[in-house]
């Protein structure tokens, strides 16, 4: 049952990042539309984040406090509702309003994944468990350029955003209908998958009597840093998000039919990478029986990886190179993308996942905010991309830095993984 769970989340992902990217894919047929310059682009690319980073920590604490099905239920409905006023926007003023409330719908995903992730599974299938659930992200985010690409061509942009709303009501219902917050309170849940479950969780600290403030837990440098190796993540992410497909479309000339499936290949191949980071990271914990060097090792080397392609892509001249490296970058970024939850699972006491997922998720998020807004003012400024590329880069060098000085397994802490995973 708990991988019923994973593929109900995986399409939620997918659905997420249809709705997210949609934007980036019409963005030269809004920009002409709504007469927007580089600038002012850039500025709506990044008001998504403002809402988005707020909430992710919102949605973090809600998670923990009233359960993770209720919350990305009602996050998936208002952020498909939201995703719909974009169609209804006809100045900068009003596709600012719709896309900062879209953010803030869809704010509370990562950690409620996270959350149910925690609830659900075993140790050592956690990492595994968060990659299934966010693999559909890109996956969703490849099916955009051809669907909203096509759609926004024949039908107009307004009608692509109205038709990709009603998507994310249906998967509600389903939700609603299975999930619950925990495998104990689902009819559905075989006495063997609970046991298995119960089995499988790493150790707990003894009962204190006193709960520890969730602040204790975000200034440990191993959050901090996580939360940094996060947003060099969501920088490079970002950016491929909003601005690569105008690049392709101003700087390449590629035609807005061909930007759409060109933007298909990183994604596709960035859904291989999301998939198989977290089954490598939970082979290297079996083989090593340390979780946090699993997640290190994962972590350091494929954000290094993504930082230099996505650094050289910049510096190419054909548009077939951009792509190749672009590609090389997304793959390597998606491989990490499961380790930055995992982290926060194997060193968090489990009351206290949602609010630290949350936190983690609105420092990333910040690079959902400073990448698109940052790129636009260079464009403007230059009239090039090159400067862009090269600093998302050296911010990605940066973040897996600090994880590979910052991020361990205190000795002291009574929660760290001490056993191999069983389940796996």
Known sequence: MRWVLGALMFLAGMINYLDRSALGVAAPLVRADLHLDAAQLGIVFSSFSFGYAIFCFV????????????????????????????????NL??????????????????????????????????????????????????????????????????????????IGLVWTIAWFAIATDHPSENPRVS?????????????QPPPSGTRKPLGEFLMRP???????????????????????????????HLSLASMSFATMIPWLVGFVGLLVGGPVCDLIFRLTGNAILARKLVLVVCLLVAAAGIAMAGTVETVTAA????????????????????????????????????????????????????TGF????????????????????????GVAVFVRAPASDPIRPMLRPAGG
């Open 323 to 374: 792509i190749t490296l672009m590609t090389v970058s997304v793959f390597f970024m998606y491989m990490t993308g499961n380790t930055y939850w995992a982290i926060v699972l194997d060193t968090v006491e489990q009351d206290r996942v949602g609010g630290v997922s949350g936190f983690v998720h609105f420092i990333a998020n910040c690079g959902g905010i400073v990448a698109p807004l940052v």
């Open 191 to 203: 006495p063997e998958e609970l046991a298995e479950f119960e089995a499988g969780q790493k150790t």
């Open 93 to 166: 003023t009003s596709l600012l309003i719709a896309r900062i409330l879209f953010g803030m719908g869809e704010g509370p995903i990562g950690s409620t994944f996270n959350k149910t992730v925690r609830n659900w599974f075993p140790h050592g299938q956690q990492a595994t468990a968060v990659s299934v659930g966010n693999a559909g992200t890109p996956l969703g985010a490849a099916v955009s350029g051809p669907v909203v690409g096509l759609l926004a061509l024949n039908f107009g942009w307004r009608v692509a955003f109205v038709i990709i709303t009603l």
């Open 378 to 401: 260079i464009v403007q400024a230059t009239g090039s991309f090159y400067a862009a590329f090269m600093l998302i880069g050296a911010v990605a060098v940066l973040g897996a830095a």
């Open 222 to 252: 191993a959050i901090l840093a996580t939360a940094f190796a996060f947003f060099g993540y969501s920088c490079i992410l970002f950016f491929f998000l909003t601005w690569f497909p105008t690049y392709l479309v101003s700087a390449r």
């Open 59 to 90: 949605g973090g604490y809600a998670s923990d406090h009233y359960g993770p099905r209720r919350v990305l239920g009602v996050s998936m409905v208002l952020w498909s509702v939201f995703c719909g006023f974009t169609a209804g926007a006809w």
